[in-house]
Structures are given as C-alpha cells and as structure tokens.
C-alpha cells in the first residue's frame, strides 16, 4: 500500500478542466486533499475489496486516487463529457492498472442502485460536490447527498467550511450517521472571470457518514 505522501505524488499529475463550468462550480480538487481522504478511507477500510463510486468525477481525481486502495470496482459518474474525455487521459496519465469505468451521467437523477455495483460489495462514494456559492444553486450539495444516501454504505464528502450544521440535520432526516469531520485548506487558482485575486485559500469541511436505507436493505 502507498502512503500517503506516494499517493499525492501518484496524484500530482492529474490534469484539471480545459474549461471550467461555473454552473457546475468545476475546479480541481488538490491532490493533497484527495490523497488524505482516500487514505482516511482506506485506514477505515472503507475501499478495499468495494466498490468506490466517484459522483462529480470530474476530471477523476478522487476515483484515480481510490484506484491505488485495491477496490474491487471504481465508477467515476459525471455530466460533463469532456470532463471524462480528461479523466480517461488522466487515467492513462498515472499508469492506473485497476479498471475504472467512466459514465456519462447526471449523478442527481438517482438513476443507480446497488444491482449496478459488483455483486454484493458494499459500496464507498467519493465526491467533491459543488458547493451552492452561485446564484440559485445553493445546498447544491444536497442532491449529491441524496443520491449517495440511497447507493452507498459509506461516503466521503467535501463541503463549504461552516456546513456542519446543514450536514448533520439532513444526514439524520434521511437516515444515516456523521462519523467522522475534519476541516481541509487548499489555495485555489484564478480560473473564472469574476474572481478578483490570482488565487484565494478555501476552507472547506470532508464528513464521512455511514447510511442506513431502509428501502435498498429491504
């Protein structure tokens, strides 16, 4: 197994979006942050022997990065096709043996259930969902939420730094149980029009929560 450090190296080399949708709040998640959580994850054996879906892959960061954690499948799920078309290249990139599929879908559809995983794996999310900072999109955050409430038995999820509040209130509601929270900076680029500096520092909050669906358990 890599450490973590290996791992963020492994990861330095994933490329991010040619061109950014603002709509869809697009940017790269660090490869520092991708590394801690996946190897948060796997410490709590949350990837190996599973399947890991990636929902928002993006350009595959945080899928790429799980493919190092010997999971028995990866599904990286985004709506942006040239966004996947860079996550293939990505994949290539950093010499990934394990398989991963990459399918073109809008993850907030609640379009999957656990027949499409690997046998009877239990099954990990990954996400950096967008956070609702533009107009009209905010808790955006929710529908990705709610689809991994009804696919996964764990998630991992990046969030807007003061969410907790939201997250804990509408995990209960839906049915499942914070675990784990840790807080994660990262600088982030200049990549839209309307940002005023060259870069700003993020401050963001990563929840792990165990579900409990009643339905899917049925």
């Known amino acids: 197994m890599s450490t973590k450090a290996s791992l963020e190296t492994e990861l330095a080399v994933v490329a991010g979006f040619n061109s950014p949708q603002v709509e869809l709040e697009q940017y790269l ?6 590394a801690h959580i996946i190897h948060i ?21 945080l899928a790429l990065g799980a493919a190092f954690r010997a999971p028995n499948q990866i599904i990286g799920i985004d709506r942006d096709r040239s966004a996947l078309q860079i996550a293939k290249t990505n994949q290539s ?9 990459w399918v073109l879908a809008d993850v907030t559809q609640s379009f ?8 009877n794996d239990s099954v990990t999310v990954v996400m950096n969902p967008p956070f609702g900072a533009q107009h009209g999109q905010k808790h955006a955050d929710r529908a990705f939420l709610t689809t991994a409430a009804q696919i996964a038995d764990v998630s991992y999820s990046i969030h807007n730094s003061g969410s907790q509040s939201f997250i804990e209130s ?21 990549q839209y029009e309307f940002h005023a500096a060259e870069s ?5 909050e990563v929840y792990r929560i165990e579900w409990t669906d009643t339905d899917r358990d049925e």
């Open 41 to 61: 994850a796997d410490l709590q054996n949350d990837i190996g022997d599973r399947t890991v879906i990636d929902l928002g892959t993006g350009t595959g960061m």
């Open 200 to 204: 700003a520092n993020i401050d963001t």
């Open 170 to 190: 509408f995990v209960a509601d839906v049915g499942g149980t914070t675990t784990h929270a840790f807080e994660a900076s990262f600088n982030l680029d200049r």
């Open 112 to 119: 999957l259930c656990p027949q499409t995983t690997h046998g």
């Open 93 to 101: 990139r950093v010499g990934i043996m394990t398989a991963i599929e």
């Open 29 to 34: 998640t660090p490869p520092e942050i991708a």
